[in-house]
């Protein structure tokens, strides 16, 4: 009995922590990343989940969705602006049409719908006010999500 006591203990200390070193983990797990190097956050428009990339430099800024064959339907691509501005887009190196979905704070103030991506460079699109967040979806879904300027994004 007096060896049994102590093997008992061990596997309980053992075991706690386990748990403890579970809990940890989880809270300090790196962000989940895209396999474009980007940070992806949930977000939500309308009831509807989207699995967001985060632009958030110049550098991903700059380079945005270009060059890719497609997005799937429940992605975006998320700009994060440092702080509210004027920003305009263009579609250069994309090959797909787009929706951009201009955001203030955590709401809508305006939507470029079916963005063409065949003019590339040579057509800017300009957002409709101060704005310090854009998002970037596939071109039509704002329609069938009947999204509009003072929509709330979750985030």
């Known amino acids: 009995m007096k060896k049994i006591l102590p093997a008992f203990f061990l596997v309980i200390a053992v075991f706690l922590a386990g748990v403890s070193w579970l809990l940890i983990k989880e809270k300090t797990a790196l962000p989940r990343l895209s396999q474009f190097g980007n940070t992806e956050k949930e977000i939500r428009l309308n009831g509807n989940n989207f699995l967001a990339e985060i632009a958030d430099t110049p550098e991903k800024r700059a380079l945005g969705l270009s060059g890719r064959p497609e997005l799937c339907p ?4 998320l700009f994060i602006f440092e702080k509210p501005g004027t920003v305009s ?12 979905v201009w955001i203030s704070g955590n709401e809508i103030i305006g939507i470029a719908k079916n963005v063409s ?10 957002a409709p006010g101060l704005v310090d967040k854009v998002l970037e979806i596939n071109a039509s879904v704002s329609e ?3 999204l509009k300027a003072g929509d709330k994004v979750e985030l």
């Open 74 to 77: 429940k992605c975006a691509m």
């Open 89 to 100: 887009f263009w579609m250069k190196d994309m090959q797909f049409d787009l929706d951009i």
């Open 117 to 126: 991506h065949e003019r590339g460079s040579t057509e800017i699109v300009r």
């Open 144 to 146: 069938k999500l009947d």
